[in-house]
């Protein structure tokens, strides 16, 4: 064992190694999923959601406005140039997934030169393995209070006594259901930038050039305002050719800001319909109060464990979860009705 870390150069650093071991020929062709991250393929990428819902009203004050334009947490710092993303992929690898995006409404267009003046914050999508034909899409963009399995010890059976029910609820592709704004998607850019020949008949392309069509005509200000809106949050010169930026209208997964914001929508929604209690709710930083039954939120799953007397034909756990799919319904959010778990004794519940 000592041998095989040591060849390997394994460490406790995620990202930087002292040793970094002793090169070892890798087969990953043997088995599917021995490879399982790879460059973004457009036909293989899995996209569900249409970012058509707007978190704002959900959201505590501290994430706010960090949501509706993420310039107020840009701290100017720079980034040293290996720390970011080595983009690789071609304006015409761009286009394609671009097609792709904008047949979910989840593209935009803009002619900021990202990629020359502020590389730093470009993005970089690769591929996640799924499934066999299917990847997941991941943004590379270089706290959470969530519960642990062994939590759910605190909640004590009495088999005599007491039959448990489980109910769990997952939704589907929740990270892209989310709407965002237009500062928010020039933060989720893509390089290279894209020649404009090559996103004719894009929804997005439309909308961008009736956008510029606007902005030439002369109104008054009665009628336009002072532009409130118009402002792109980054004081960056465009293209100086036809070519234009890709970006990603939702909420990407692999941005940190962008986990804190889908929770605590998620947490708020539930809570909004009397749900996830405090002395019902699994957190890892208090003990569970109720003796008969326990809520819990992990990102996009929503579980509820019931305590039902033996006999009763009742779960406590099954109304929680009939109230979740309820409000999922009412904010038109996807959910995975195959994966979820109704008034089961046996389940896995975050992780567990």
Request: charged share 25%.
């Amino acid at each position: 064992m000592e041998s095989s870390l040591t060849l390997q150069g394994i460490t406790s650093q995620p990202y930087t190694k002292d040793f970094e071991g002793i090169p070892i020929k890798k087969r990953s062709d043997l088995l599917p999923g021995l490879d399982p991250y790879k460059k973004a393929d457009a036909k293989r990428i899995k996209i569900s959601g249409k970012g058509h819902w707007d978190v704002t009203p959900l959201l505590p004050d501290e994430l706010c406005m960090a949501y509706r334009d993420p310039a107020v947490i840009f701290n100017g710092r720079q980034v040293a140039e290996g720390l970011y993303p080595r983009i690789g992929e071609t304006s015409e690898d761009i286009a394609s997934l671009a097609r792709l995006w904008d047949s979910h409404g989840l593209l935009h267009l803009h002619d900021l030169n990202v990629p020359d003046f502020d590389p730093q914050r470009q993005v970089r999508i690769f591929g996640a393995m799924k499934d066999l034909d299917r990847d997941r899409q991941i943004g590379d963009r270089r706290g959470m209070n969530l519960p642990n399995g062994s939590d759910l010890t605190e909640l004590m059976v009495d088999p005599a006594s007491q039959h448990i029910h489980i109910c769990v609820c997952d939704r589907k592709d929740f990270y892209h259901q989310i709407m965002s704004t237009r500062r928010r998607a020039i933060t989720n850019s893509l390089g290279p930038g894209v020649p404009m020949r090559l996103l004719e008949g894009t929804q997005a392309l439309n909308t961008y050039l009736l956008d510029q069509s606007l902005k030439k005509k002369k109104r008054s200000r009665t009628e336009m305002g002072d532009h409130l809106h118009s402002g792109s949050g980054l004081l960056l010169p465009s293209f100086e050719d036809d070519r234009l930026c890709v970006s990603f209208k939702s909420i990407l997964q692999g941005d940190h800001a962008g986990v804190e914001l889908a929770c605590a929508a998620h947490l708020q929604l539930l809570k909004n319909h009397g749900l996830l209690r405090k002395e019902e709710e699994l957190v890892a930083n208090r003990p569970l109060e109720s003796l008969h039954k326990v809520q819990g939120l992990c990102i996009d799953d929503f579980f509820s464990i019931s305590l039902d007397p033996k006999g009763s034909g009742t779960s406590m756990a099954f109304e929680d979860f009939s109230t979740a799919k309820a409000a999922y319904e009412a904010e038109k959010l996807l959910g995975s009705d195959d994966k979820d778990v109704v008034n089961s004794s046996v389940a896995k519940v975050i992780g567990a």
